[in-house]
């Protein structure tokens, strides 16, 4: 065959091979990465919503650390006896109140979409999202790539997961190594007496449950759960 | 605007420029720069392992016009684009990857250059490819960040450069241990290429990439 009908083959199955490429993992992968987007955004656009409506009530904005609730609450923008804010007209407010609202609209497509990709990572995978929750399981998947590859880690890689940076600096320069990674986002993690241990038996489980998920067996993601206790 | 003693390759003011195949049509964000008629496109070597080697003053990269190149861990196909220049017409790059996504740009660009063709496929795999290139070429180069990359390049030597063709192995050290000192890696590495084929040169890509090494070979 001559190089020019090899090549406009090669396109064609080079087309083909990709399309047959793609699975469920690669779009959990892209909404992971959507739903860490609107946090970033998010929290942009709050920081400078605070900013701006310390202008109006400094007390209020100061007094709910929470991002979500405080703007929920900032729909009241008239000032206060004592406050060391300015009382500013209601034409005057409208561009504010314009970022609160895209602001707390923006708060509901999150929880919207975390709810799609719950419910998604629920039929694909319900074993290893009895264990980890749905949008930590995406997460954990994310970072390894698919869900065979993340099958595939020992518990022990799927403990760090998320903190490469310390365990490359652990094996390069025999710094400590890190006992969790986003495992810590988990409250059996997070909330544990001794977080490192905990995180240790979850990456257990958690790993036996991604095996049980990749090759369709029965749900077992109950009893996994309850071996943690 | 000089040429190199590198066929295709030119230089002015320290960086180096490819003549561009498609007139008025950038690959990345490189600078089109004109001189008389002809167009050339710049090569960035931060962006480029051979582009990198290339700027070592080295005296050849073995590609010329009309060559026939297997390209292993092509991505987008930044540096292809600079061997599609080189080859010409009558040339023809065979670019494989494994991750889609660069592989979906290199697919377009070897829509528009008619010296690529994209294999979506593992290097490692070596026959899963055979259908898709032709039986020998005259250039292999390989720029993967796998763990076995000396093995993936010994293999694909073995099988597909035809006999006195020439080799390019860009060694990451990073991938392939990063427990070990760097140095220690491409010591490993050089023994195992030489245990097989002829080195003829061997030399770092500082500063444009750190802890990398190009190996070049010679097949007998």
Redesign the interface.
Known sequence: MN??D??K???I???A??SA??GID?YIIQMVAHIEDLDSVLNKLVKRFRDWYELVMPELSRAHHDHSEFIKLAVDMTRKEGSMGRAYTHEDLAGLEVLRSEIAHLYVVKDEQIGRLEGLMEREYPNTCALAGGLLAAKLIRIAGSMKKFMIMPASTVQTLGAEKAL?RH??SGAKSPKYGLLLAHPYVAEGENKGKNARSMADKIALAAKVDYFKGDFVGDKLKESLR | MRSLKIIGVHEEKGRIYTNNMIRGKRVYDEDLVHRGPAEYREWNPKRSKIGAYICQEVNDIFIREGS?VLYLGVANGTTASHLSDIIGDEG?L?GLDFA?RP??DF?FL??ER????????DAGKVEEFAD???KEVDVIVQDVAQRNQAEIFIKNVKKYLKSGGFGLLSVKARSID??KHPKQVFKEIREQIEREFNIIDFRSLEPFEKDHMMIVIKKK
């Open positions: 190089l020019q090899l090549r083959k090669d396109i199955a080079a087309k091979d990709i490429s793609l690669n490359f094996l390069r | 026939t023809m065979f889609f592989m979906i697919v070897s829509e008619s010296n690529l063709a994209p294999i979506f496929a898709k290139i032709p990063i427990k």
